[in-house]
């Protein structure tokens, strides 16, 4: 089922007393059902910020969020855990691969986890492997890539379930132009595919040009939505 997310007059501070910062003042929007949306903002602007809390990795510290119109304060753990396992995937800043995995092995995990068959696995794998430009490099650690590949299998990891939502920080930071072309072109083919919804955080033109609409973040303030 494609995913809906409304977040409503949500906050998020970090620390607390006079070294209390806050983030995200008051944000409200709606990602539709299979909607490919650009959060654009300069550094510091709260875009990581408000992916995490989109993506359930952080809570909120004030306000509504709901998934599909179910409060995210109705979830508990097992049903947040299984989500994120299922549903979501996430495309880190800083890839965030595991060191001590090859590249095949980082990208077949999140089928592991979800119980997926060994064969069936391979297949897959094999497949996107060959989408992203990346099989000659399966059986290499994340260590020997360079960092357009690694952003690469990060992608690759992050699509490889189909999530029906995709939180993507940054995807094209460390990729030059045809790569990242390659990575938005199949992350557009899940959208058309299978409906998923997508939220994006950018600052790279070539990546806003290709979203269905953006929203604008400025110290942590929501401005126009165009
Ligand atoms: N874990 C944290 N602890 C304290 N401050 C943080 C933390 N994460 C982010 N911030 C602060 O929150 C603000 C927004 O950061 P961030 O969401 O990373 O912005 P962006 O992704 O747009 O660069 C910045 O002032 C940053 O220093
Ligand atoms: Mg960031």
């Known amino acids: 089922m494609a995913i809906r997310l409304e977040l409503a007059a949500v906050s998020k501070s970090y620390g607390h007393d006079k070294n209390q910062i806050t983030a995200l003042h008051e944000i409200s929007f709606t ?8 959060v654009q903002g300069p550094s510091g602007s709260g875009k990581s910020t408000l992916l995490n809390i989109c993506g359930l990795i952080d809570p909120p510290s004030a306000g509504h969020y709901s998934l599909n119109g179910t409060a995210l304060s109705q979830l508990n753990t097992k049903a947040r855990c299984g989500y994120r396992r ?8 800083r890839h965030q691969l595991i060191p001590a995995m090859t590249v095949y092995e980082n990208i077949a995990y999140p089928l592991l986890l979800n119980g997926i068959r060994k064969k069936q696995i391979k297949l897959d794998v094999e497949q996107l492997l060959v989408r992203m430009g990346l099989i000659h490099r ?7 890539l360079s960092g357009g590949e690694r952003q690469r299998v990060g992608i690759a990891r992050a699509l490889i379930k189909r999530p029906q939502l995709v939180i993507a920080d940054e995807p094209s930071a460390s990729l030059d132009h045809q790569h990242a072309h ?10 058309r595919e299978y409906g998923a919804s997508f939220l994006i955080a950018s600052h790279d033109p070539f990546v806003i040009d290709r979203c269905d609409r953006k929203i604008e973040l400025l110290d942590g303030r929501l401005g126009a939505s165009t």
């Open 31 to 38: 990602l539709a059902e299979g909607e490919f949306l650009a």
């Open 86 to 93: 299922r549903e979501i995937g996430f495309i880190f800043q």
């Open 138 to 144: 399966r059986a290499h650690l994340p260590k020997q």
């Open 182 to 191: 390659a990575g938005l072109q199949l992350m557009r083919e899940l959208n």
